[in-house]
T-cell receptor, first 112, second 112 residues
């Protein structure tokens, strides 16, 4: 799996967009970018994933650069409940083992 | 709602006293996972069941075992817990090798 690099921590004001970056410069053509988050004392929660096109769902948007070497998770209107550790994971979609390699993630603090 | 349920949320055991953690799911997923998450670290896969087939990660200590009596339930057995086994234990499920895994809230194990 490609290695990912994320900032250790970020702050965001409530109601503003939170933009969480992830570098994955060694990503290969068949690897997807996945985002999970973990709120304190809870299990990880899937947010969104993509291959090369930008993706949007009810939780977030995922912007992947054209060269696929980096991506940004966007929470359009952050709330206090979005305070969590956000993990960017790069994986092929099948036949490559089962473990999610979470890495260190970004600790996002949403402030009032 | 369909979900992954872990009981208990908090478990206290004594050094060397066997302990069992349980996980149940209503998603009817064929793959179930156990992750260990120590304080301030990312979750780490211990093993998984693909249907009835047990798959151990190479570095999972022998002290950790698992049972899956049916599709819905999976157990984590720690035969002789040490102080270093104090952690959050997370159960997750997925359909085949899809990268979207659904996690329970976790069981926090303390070893006295």
């Amino acid at each position: 799996d490609a290695k990912t690099t994320q900032p250790t921590s970020m702050d965001c004001a409530e109601g503003r967009a939170a933009n969480l970056p992830c570098n994955h410069s060694t990503i290969s053509g068949n690897e997807y970018v996945y985002w999970y988050r973990q709120i304190h004392s809870q299990g990880p929660q899937y947010i969104i994933h993509g291959l090369k096109n930008n993706e949007t769902n009810e939780m977030a948007s995922l912007i992947i650069t054209e060269d696929r070497k980096s991506s940004t998770l966007i929470l359009p209107h952050a709330t206090l409940r979005d305070t969590a550790v956000y993990y960017c994971i790069v994986r092929v979609n099948s036949n490559s083992g089962y473990a999610l390699n979470f890495g260190k993630g970004t600790s996002l603090l949403v402030t009032p | 709602d369909a979900m992954v349920i872990q009981n208990p949320r908090y478990q206290v055991t004594q050094f060397g006293k066997p302990v069992t953690l349980s996980c149940s799911q209503t998603l009817n997923h064929n793959v179930m996972y156990w992750y260990q998450q120590k304080s301030s670290q990312a979750p780490k896969l211990l093993f998984h069941y693909y249907d009835k087939d047990f798959n151990n990660e190479a570095d999972t200590p022998d002290n950790f075992q698992s049972r899956r009596p049916n599709t819905s339930f999976c157990f984590l057995d720690i035969r002789s817990p040490g102080l270093g086994d104090a952690a959050m234990y997370l159960c997750a499920t997925s359909i085949d090798q899809e990268r979207i895994q659904y996690f329970g809230a976790g069981t926090r194990l303390s070893v006295l």
